[in-house]
């Protein structure tokens, strides 16, 4: 796209940006602040909920409307990528199957300055029959540089890299609406001349991410067909819930249930709502770490959790093996060794 249509995007975002329920920098309850400035346009997103709602919690502001102008460049996007799949496809493939088109309702604009970055994390906090219906998030990036971070688990040393730089677009949905994804890192003084002459944008990245909260469409938000069963206590000890979740009922005996939480006693699970085992979940960042912050220390997971674990996996991939026949128990529900554990206390 034209960088006169980009510069427009940067002045629509600087007018808005100074008025009511423009750039703040996002926080949560407990202090920590994230490192960006953010601004909402339809709805407003918080991230200390994670939900939308109609104003800003902080000081009740409302979220300005986004722009026809913007509307019109994320369907010029979409169809883009449409007229992409269909001439890779060779008139074979289904562009609206693969990419659903969409109409953005909600625009989130984050700049970030050049220390700036973003968690691992998902974008799914929309109506479910969005979700379902895989309408794809449409992002812009002006200015600087960015190192973008994506990958089918929440895990940024297993993901995917690539660099975003100013005038890309980049657009998921369809299979990988879901896509965990972050920026973890800003490349300074990467912006091309005319972001810096033209449009005077500070040092920094300009993203905005556009997505439609709720689809009003026809659309299957049920899972595929899959067994249930209703039972009482030990009548049916397995339950296939739906394709990939299995419920053992009662598989933990009282013995290891006393074990269990003799264990999360002594680690000091009573002192604190959350611990973290193996290694600390940081709700801030959306990451994982090998310490916790505050002290140093980190808790190994006890072996007999990862053995409960290991039988459980087992006892249901030889009823899924029985009660299918056919299936691939491993398939639907892959083994795993744990390496991770989050003990959460509820009162």
């Given amino acids: 796209r034209a960088s006169r249509e980009f510069v427009k995007i940067i002045k629509h975002c600087r007018d808005l940006g100074v008025g009511p329920g423009g750039f703040y920098q996002p926080g949560y309850r407990e202090g ?19 939900s939308y709602g109609d104003i800003r919690r902080f000081d009740a502001a409302q979220p ?3 722009p026809e102008e913007l509307t019109k460049y994320v369907k010029d996007a979409i169809a883009a990528s449409h007229e992409f799949l269909k001439q890779r496809g060779k ?9 659903p088109v969409m109409s953005p309702d ?6 970030y300055t050049t220390s700036g970055k973003l968690g691992f994390h998902q974008d799914n906090n929309e109506q479910r029959s969005s979700l379902a219906r895989g309408l794809p998030v449409v992002s812009f990036s002006l200015g600087d540089t960015a190192e973008f971070l994506y990958g089918d688990v929440r895990d940024d040393d297993k993901a995917s890299k690539i660099k975003l730089e100013s005038g890309d677009v980049l657009i998921f949905g369809g299979q ?17 001349l005319w972001v810096t002459d033209k449009a005077n944008l500070r040092p920094g990245r300009l993203n905005l991410t556009f997505r439609q909260y709720n689809y009003k469409g026809s659309v299957n938000v049920t899972p595929a067909p899959f067994d249930t069963c209703v039972c009482d206590n030990n009548t049916a000890p397995l339950q296939h819930l739906r394709p990939g979740m299995v419920l053992l009922k009662k598989f933990l005996k009282a013995n290891d249930q006393v074990e269990i939480f003799k264990l999360c006693h002594n680690l000091g699970v009573n002192a604190r709502e959350c611990l973290c085992l193996g290694k600390k979940c940081n709700q801030y960042s959306n990451s994982y770490g090998d310490m916790r912050p505050f002290d140093g220390a980190q808790p190994d997971i006890p072996e007999i959790f990862k053995k409960l ?3 459980a996996i087992e006892a249901s991939h030889e009823f899924l093996e029985q009660r299918r026949g056919t299936s691939n128990a491993l398939v639907e529900l892959p083994p795993m060794s744990p390496d991770m554990c989050t003990v959460r206390t509820q009162m």
């Fill in 176 to 192: 990988s609406r879901h896509i965990f994804h972050g920026v973890s890192s800003i490349a300074p003084k990467s912006a091309p």
């Fill in 32 to 50: 920590a602040k994230l490192s960006l400035r953010m601004m909402c346009l339809g709805k407003n997103w918080d991230p200390d909920s994670g």
């Fill in 309 to 311: 674990v290991e039988d």
């Fill in 64 to 66: 300005p409307k986004i």
């Fill in 91 to 99: 008139g074979a493939t289904n562009p609206d199957a693969e990419l």
């Fill in 106 to 111: 909600i625009c989130i604009v984050n700049f």
